[in-house]
């Protein structure tokens, strides 16, 4: 941490922002400019995390150099980390594809789905049957109803499963019939739920909370790591902006970003990133061009009755063609 | 709902947009346009609220007219709602002020600061027990000891106390300590903690998301109403912009907004929304100006050994000053 | 410029960091820490303007401590500058007013208008007669026809004129008729027109860009003062942000920032910066008491009929309440 | 356009706006709700564009329907443009590639840079001689000098010279020099500049504005059009978000909304849209997958001693390395 001293800082201001630091157990560097003095921090990452200096009298501004994440940062752990959900493995050469209904609805519906996403590839079967809806009065999920049609549908077609966990006393029914727990956009900071899932034996898909940072997002990882659950992958899902052509604006550099910050596999949704189906296919070889481990797609077999999200489903057939495209810039890029 | 066809669209498209409509129970009327045919939805607001048409063949894009919350509109109840605290009144004649610190730290700092804040006014005591705070590693709270020794030091200065919930099991507990239950930020969308607390019979401090729309706010209020609980209060903090020099910025038209929409009081967070301390006091003034019932304002004996939002909490001088200023603005509008 | 070299930077980076600073006449200052070293960089301001040290091997990060601007900067002068436009304050005492219609359209709307907005106590009359307009097909202004109107019809009320420049070439033009040269949001860092009024000798109203930070006005005022013209005034007429139901966002937390960061006056327009005509009085009481030299607001007699900007102009019975609202609040604040 | 009448509207409020509607020579149509009467606009597309009613009483909202902006549309033109530089074709089978410095600071700094990315396969080279600048003290650019060293080296190596035009005075001096005229971010809604660019015979570069829709890019290339300039090549270059990791936010979504809406062709800009030089390899990459017909990127040989944007600049190896890359995701989208 660097402590950035304002112009009219006193001799005795300067010594109380010494005493401070060095009651932590820290040490002091100052530089004296010709305007300011700076006061550098040394010592102890985890200690200066809990340094907060910018309300001592004379102090114009704090600057953190480093972040308060270890156990997700690529500097402590430089290799690339694959999630292996039952022999499916994430974050490895091969690319993984989860895809399916925003909600399961019926049997027919998810066994439709089920069968064409498997046929054009996808390992992984998504729905929700824990909805978390912006109105009261929307379909909010067929819950347990919902996590039993999943699990029996992923097994007949040797899909794994991915579903939404919304509530933090949910984690061993979720767990009993999903293969990865997802944490959705609106629940990236429910600190709580983190902590579950954290101490659950399940892997865990991040979403990137709706106007999060890079560095946000990475504490809430540690959040699920600290707590001993080493299987997190991430998926960048689009963030709001002022643009409104699109229901998001999805960030594909945050792929970037989180392969350089972290060792954990990021997926894209390029289906809540953009809201409109036909932009998920271009979307989704650009997420694959950045260098993402994987997508999630929203599939509907008839999206104009869709309970959820209809607008940015595709229909089976434009989830193939999607995936042909994909497998092109996947071997561009020298994976599977 | 306004359903708008593509020039493209073929009179099969739009003869299964109408079916659709009429399928839900719901009227169609079309104008046909020189380039364009639009068709209207009438019938039953909720039945329109669970139409979804954006996925259908021939639809270029569709517009919602009429919002889904119901319970806390203006339309629904005219007159101005006035939550009442054993007493003190939150949205009458007479503004509220809640002071505190961020976190509880200990017995002697909260005594302090109660009585600061007493003398200069206030009349609820605020302070964190179950901190949500972006890094695992960060200060965490004291928890229940938090919680008692707020009812304690709040009972001993006649201040009513307001503390923040992060978790759906602590609703009995927290309303056992607590006058108000804040949901925070980081859970405006944590339907389920809305839920529990709109099952529960505390008053609740409903703070805006970090990037929530006024219509997400609304439907937030409205799931903690549609469980019962009438007595919401809408706290403006702040929203994320691509603005650094503050913390967040504080948007105070949201007040008039909600003043507009719903009958429910609103206070403003200038601590928050604001992200230094010196920005507090002229905020403050504005907040109210602008219509506010209340404020909602950091304050600790000590803030440059705070353990936590040190840089913007006001001293108990600066407090009171902030005070006297509010007092004056308050008279010039008419209130207390 | 603290200079934060990355934990693998070799000694030979650091030596490299090192010659390139003493290279800028500038000296450098170490802070070794344990997994990292900082390298402060001490000398002239201007100087380290220049350094560009974010490129070099085994920089992970420069910050910037200095701002590049210094004529609009309190440090450079404390004390408030009040500027004077023929005889009427703006930054003193007195609150500045201006008022009139978003597009100069006729002598008759123009004429009553300005009877309007007198009687009830603006002192300036401001209209567009050239408008950036999104589409080329809007109505784009009556050009020098309006600024001519400007001139007689404030003349007629003794009215200062305030008018929009968006031409380089039109200084001289528009200076012949208006007393005050307006730079829109559109044109905040249109660089060449900011140096083309610095050069000249009116007084400049300065808007905030749609998404500028209060770092870049500051540079944008600095643009126009390096030129030789001290007499600018800020305008905050709100940002962008993701919020759809107002315009744009008001930041009135700029007004406290500008007054901390800059001795020159600010004035806020709240029809711009929310878009909606119902909100113009609360916010304008607001931004008062947030402690802003003034306002700008549209004002027109037929608002339904107006060119452009009817949602957000005021008629005269509501601006003359306006008007009366702002005097509580201004008196409330010991000001006139 | 639609008019959606406020539950209280009265018979009076309804007359006033069909009178209104009717007075432009268009035709309403009713749709009477149970809550609200809604009235559809129908008629002449530029008329409606004209059409202002949300001031009227009764009147709610307006939602328009249709863009104003017509000979940039893809509607308007269904056929994608090609835009032909000297022989070197902009929005056809094979991709642009435009690289150069960010300033020309020399004939040494541009010789080396031009040698390099001419080898890469770059056809266009870039480099800035008026440089806008957030700080007036900041290098401003050689000028003339600067476009003439552009003109020299880009024929000594066959490339195409695309340079920044600031000033609505210089179109014929820079035109004398450049193949193609940059218009950047800053000044996306400089109409004057882009009226003047659009009389003039250059094809024009216009980057998207900091915070610029779709929808006011896509006038903003309509200004250009409809002066009788058919040369418009879109630039996307990150939009500011909330986000700091990334200088901007790339949006790559809008290359796809581009091609929906517009028949003009679209390349991206990766060392501006994440302002960090090793992001702009995988996002180039994403770029060209995501549909783009080009790129432009910032080459220097010696970022580390670069006058301006050193951060961003790719060494001439590291361009080399992303051509490769390039080059075998266009191949996997079947272009060249």
């Known amino acids: 941490m660097i402590v950035v001293m304002s112009r009219s800082a006193t001799e005795e201001n300067l010594k109380n922002v010494e005493k401070r630091i060095e009651s932590f157990g820290l040490k002091c560097h100052l530089s004296v400019g010709e305007q300011r003095t700076i006061v550098g921090v040394i010592g102890d990452k985890k200690k200066i995390g809990e340094l907060e200096m910018g309300a001592m009298e004379g102090v114009e501004k704090t600057v953190r150099i480093t972040e308060k994440y270890k156990l997700v940062s690529r500097e402590f752990k430089p290799e690339n980390t694959v999630v292996d959900v039952r022999g499916v493995k994430i974050g490895g050469e091969e690319l993984a594809v989860i895809a399916g209904p925003c909600s399961v609805e019926s049997r027919e519906q998810l066994r439709e789905t089920a069968e064409a996403v498997k046929n054009a590839g996808a390992q992984f079967l998504r ?128 792929v970037v970003a989180i392969k350089e910050q972290s060792h954990l596999p990021i997926i894209v949704d390029p289906s809540h990133g953009t809201g409109r189906w036909q932009m998920v296919q271009p979307m989704a070889r650009a997420a694959i061009a950045a260098g993402a481990d994987g997508l999630i797609v929203e599939v509907h077999p008839h999206p104009e009755v869709a309970l959820s999200d209809g607008d940015q489903s595709l229909k089976p057939k434009h989830f193939k063609a999607m995936m042909e495209d994909v497998k092109k810039i996947a071997s561009a890029m020298g994976r599977k």
Chains 1, 2, 3, 4 share one sequence.
């Open 127 to 254: 729905g929700g049957a824990f909805k978390p809806r912006t109105s009261p009065y929307d379909f909010q999920g067929l819950a347990e109803e919902g996590l039993k049609l999943l699990r029996e549908i992923g097994d007949e077609y040797d899909l794994r499963v991915v579903t939404e966990i919304v509530d933090v006393n949910d984690v061993e029914l979720v767990s009993k019939y999903a293969d990865v727990l997802q944490i959705g956009a609106r629940n990236m900071q429910n600190f709580r739920l983190l902590q579950a899932v954290g101490k659950g034996n399940k892997p865990v898909l991040l979403k990137r909370g709706l106007a999060a940072t890079i560095s946000e997002w990475l504490n809430a990882a540690e959040y699920i790591m600290s707590e001993g659950n080493d299987d997190v992958i991430f998926c960048e899902r689009g963030i709001r902006t002022y643009e409104t052509f699109t229901r998001n604006t999805l960030d594909l550099s945050a």
